[in-house]
Every structure is written in structure tokens, then in C-alpha cells.
């Protein structure tokens, strides 16, 4: 059974720093690709960044390219999301995903992603 479980989420002040977590299990890694997306409220799903599994090759959305940054640990099955320089606009619901086509290149849209972990909160105050 696979399953991608979230965390790390909180309230933090802008310009803090924060590190999600997504914790990985049931699935064959070497051949995924994984991504972070965000939601706020009352706006359409948004990439954050993914990464390849086997070769950590990233690539991070535009609107946090330079202030957020991924990794992968493969000891632990997991993949992380640095967070800093924090924006209150970076408040959303952000969520983990595992794409089995890791031999068909990194996506930025959540279609391209089979399994979703449960996502985790994360709030910026001003």
C-alpha cells in the first residue's frame, strides 16, 4: 500500500524559515519522481518543485525559485522542502506526491502525479 505522509507545517512569521517533510512507503522509489504542490484558499492547485529520485535533479516553481529548495534522503525515504524567506502568500495546504514514470521527466501539473500524501498546513503571518 503506498503512502506518502506530510509534515512540518505550522505558523511562522514572514521571513522565517520552515522544512516540510514527506515520509514515503509502499512503492519502489528508484523509479519515481516526486513533487510538492500548494493550494490556498479559494485558488487553484500551484507547483512548488519536484524532484528525480534516483539523480535529485530539481526544478522549483517560478513564484519560490530562489527561497525554497528540495531534497531527498534516500536512507529515510523521504524528500524534504526548505522553506525560507517566507511570504504570508506562501500561506497553503502543501502537499506530497509520487509520480511512477520516473523515466518521463519532472511535471509541474498535479495530473501527472498517481499518489498524494495528505498535505500539511503551513501559515505566514504578516
Known amino acids: 500500500q503506498v503512502q506518502l505522509v506530510a509534515s512540518g507545517g505550522g505558523l511562522v512569521p514572514a521571513g522565517g524559515s520552515l522544512q516540510l517533510s514527506c515520509a514515503a512507503s509502499?512503492?519502489?522509489?528508484?523509479?519515481?519522481?516526486m513533487g510538492w504542490f500548494r493550494q490556498a484558499p479559494g485558488k487553484e492547485r500551484e507547483f512548488v518543485g519536484a524532484i528525480t529520485w534516483n539523480t535529485a535533479v530539481t526544478t522549483i516553481g517560478d513564484s519560490v525559485k530562489d527561497r525554497f529548495t528540495i531534497y531527498r534522503d534516500k536512507a529515510k525515504n523521504s524528500m524534504y522542502l526548505q522553506m525560507s524567506s517566507l511570504k504570508p502568500e506562501d500561506t497553503a495546504v502543501y502537499s506530497c506526491?509520487?509520480?511512477?514514470?520516473?523515466?518521463?521527466?519532472?511535471?509541474?501539473?498535479?495530473?501527472?502525479?498517481?499518489?498524494w500524501g495528505q498535505g500539511t498546513q503551513v501559515i505566514v503571518s504578516s
Open positions: 506526491a509520487a509520480d511512477p514514470r520516473g523515466w518521463s521527466g519532472l511535471k509541474k501539473y498535479g495530473e501527472g502525479y498517481d499518489y
Open positions: 509502499g512503492l519502489t522509489l528508484s523509479t519515481y519522481n
